[in-house]
């Protein structure tokens, strides 16, 4: 890991901190800005800026990259409740190549992959699991 990678995980783990703290704090216009804007700007530290761009502007993420962009926008602008929403769903459509790897890493933990084989949790695990779109 580089030292710019290593700054890049932070400002996303502080991001992530931010995101969450703010929906606890019922959506907090404030902190989801500041976790908006440190979780990209941290993703552009660890993969760098140009893998970054060409991972956003995809033709194929097109759809996925508006709306998350749009939300975080809309967060900015100051509806936290709608522009997380708009965020949330584009992350999913940006990152959802990206589960069945996050899957199958989770159930290789011990406790957690025990919760994960729960009758409830099995069958959305498997299901979120089987994702045909790669990133």
Request: net charge positive.
């Amino acid at each position: 890991l580089t030292d710019t990678q290593k700054i890049g995980m932070g400002l996303t783990g502080f991001g992530v901190f931010f995101l969450f703290f703010g929906m606890l704090l019922f959506f907090d216009k404030a902190l989801l800005a500041i976790g908006n804007v440190l979780f990209v700007a941290g993703l552009a530290f660890v993969i760098g800026l140009e893998r970054t761009y060409r991972f956003f502007f995809q033709k194929h993420k097109m759809k996925a990259t508006g709306f998350f962009l749009g939300g975080v926008c809309v967060v900015l602008i100051g509806w936290p409740l709608i522009g997380m929403v708009l965020e949330i769903y584009g992350f999913f459509l940006l990152f959802r190549g990206f589960f069945p790897v996050v899957i199958g890493f989770i159930r290789r933990i011990p406790i957690l992959g025990s919760i994960l084989n729960l009758p409830g949790l099995c069958t959305l695990a498997d299901k979120v699991g089987e994702s045909n779109n790669m990133v």
